[in-house]
């Protein structure tokens, strides 16, 4: 099978270079087989699993999640919806009681036949009954003997699930009528890595997983056509659009279902959409990439679709330019009919929306490719390392195909964490995914100030330096897990620049940055600025000043505990080099050598990639 080379390619013994000395993963290889009822929207599976301990642990309990079973009246993720402050607006119905608007959980009217679950039976290790229990979206297991380190086991289980109307994510039926979307489908093993295990209960979060190959075969109906993770092994049997070129395939009338074939080498989800009137278009992505589009035949939106096709293509050479090269050789778009979501090779998004939409939230999806299916980190404990890296790749990524290219492409991402920071209502990117007060927040947190962090690296650093950090970063960290230190040790690798500081105030606190020009007065024949830090967070300060002759120059202050002097970013203006700046000391003084009256206007942070809280006092303008 010309696809299992990967296998190989992506081994799981990597010598480690994160966080621990001696670097160890998990290995799961997983074989479902599943046959699905189209009439009631219940599936039964078998699962057999190899699980591979190379931690230096003996492990007596295994955890699986079994997400389908958020989808119930009472659960974790209704009463969620039910506390929250500003719920998920697809998550709930607004009804009127009296005069006022109430926001009601949409899982909680859930009839029986239009809940979610995933049940598990008949769980054996190696041939032995093994002790589960169910606990909401967790399945406990008790082993029937020890895995020690350095050894493999074999789970075998059977699974019974029922597809939830669509709430979010996965489910069937959605608003844009797409029938099944079967994300968080089957049983799926917890991670356990060098913080132990990771066995989140799902409340509305992301998702966290074990490295491994999966092979999968899924029965259903022969009138609906599927999409998503692997490789299709039996595309000529199948058709449906994946067979060869050349190649008619007709389905025997007898045959009323297709069993679907699938291998996905070294992914840590697998995740798939079906729908009887998708449109699926194939074409040719960089490095040979099959880039599949599965989206519903309404002739409203079809252009949409095809113009969408080209661009996925020019996406996917700056992110393999920008990053590193993606490493599978298919992925498709496929219209899941719920917002936009990654996954293992493939993301589920909106197919009805404008043009721009479109455009905008497949850019974002298949950035978390990288991101968030290539490097992994725990969305829930460090969602900005995914959602906020992502969204850096998304806007730069739009920015290097747009016809017109705008300076400042992350404008946005600043404008979103100025208001939280300005709110009183942020909690630091430290704080875990499930224990914000609000979703607002969470984003903002996640998305917005995520982004920051690398484009204030870029202020730190530089340009050529960050795009050297985010290459190193991929290449040293794909397929590990890399947490917020390793991200920060390679910027440390790449330039030589002391950057905890930046790590722990940026993400482990809601210190602000705020800096301004207090004065600037006449002295003798010169100018004397007095600059001074006002919020907690240090910064190295670019200054420009503008003459009144057309002039201008730049000035460029270290932080001194960062132990680096940036490169000049506009080699066109002159640029003096000034003594650093130590974060004990609140006022700094610049001397510039012409008079007050030749001084046009001084701006602190001229790119503004510095995400100064409060930038009103960061000009000073003659009179």
Known sequence: MKNLFLIATFSFGLAGIAQNTYYWQQHVDYKMDVKMDVKSYQYKGKQELVYTNNSPDTLRKVYYHLFNNAFQPGSEMDARIQSIKDPDGRMVHKIKVGDTEVKESRIKTLKP???????????????????????????????AKPILPN????????FDGQVPVQIRRSGRNNAEGVELSMAQWYPKLAEFDFEGWHANPYIAREFHGVWGNFDVKISIDSNYILGGSGYLQNKNEIGHG?????????????????????????????????????????????????????????????????????????????????????????????????????????????????????????????????????????????GWMDEGFTSFLEDYGLNEIAETKVENPFSGAYKGYFWMANSGKELPQSTHADRFDENRVYSITSYSKGELFLTQLMYLIGKENLLKTLKKYYADFKFKHPTPNDIKRTAERVTGANLDWYLTDWTATTNTIDYGIKEVKENAATTLVTLERIGRMPMPMDV??????????????????????????????????????????????LNIAKPKVSIKKISLDPSGLMADVKPENNSFIAK
């Not at 995933?118 to 082993?143: M, P, R």
């Open 544 to 589: 420009l000043v503008e003459y009144t002759d057309g002039t201008s120059e730049s000035f460029y202050i270290p932080l001194r505990m960062m132990s680096f002097e940036k490169e000049n970013p506009t080699p066109a203006v002159k640029r003096t080099v000034l003594n650093d700046w130590a974060w004990a000391y609140p006022t700094y003084e």
């Open 242 to 382: 994946y067979q060869d070129a050349g190649i008619k395939v007709v389905h025997p009338k007898k045959n009323k279902t297709l069993t679907w074939h699938f291998i996905a080498p070294m992914v840590h989800d697998f995740t798939w959409a079906a729908d009887k009137d998708y449109i699926h278009d194939v074409v040719k992505g960089p490095n040979d990439v099959d880039l599949h589009f599965l989206y519903k035949n309404n002739p409203k939106y079809i252009q949409n679709w095809k113009n969408l096709q080209p661009k996925t293509v020019q996406l996917m050479e700056v992110y393999n330019k920008t990053v590193g090269n993606y490493p599978y050789k298919q992925y498709s778009v496929i219209q899941g009919g719920d917002g936009g979501m990654e996954y293992a090779m493939c993301t589920l998004i909106l197919g009805q929306g404008d043009w721009d939409g479109l455009l905008g939230v497949t850019a974002h999806e298949m950035a978390h490719s990288w991101f968030q299916h290539v490097l992994a980190s725990n969305e829930s404990k460090h």
């Open 151 to 158: 050894s493999k086991t074999t789970f075998s289980l059977d």
């Open 113 to 143: 036949n239009e809940i979610g679950y995933l049940h598990v039976s008949n769980f054996k290790q190696d041939g032995q009954t093994a002790f589960t229990k169910e606990v909401g979206t967790i399945l406990e297991v008790t082993l």
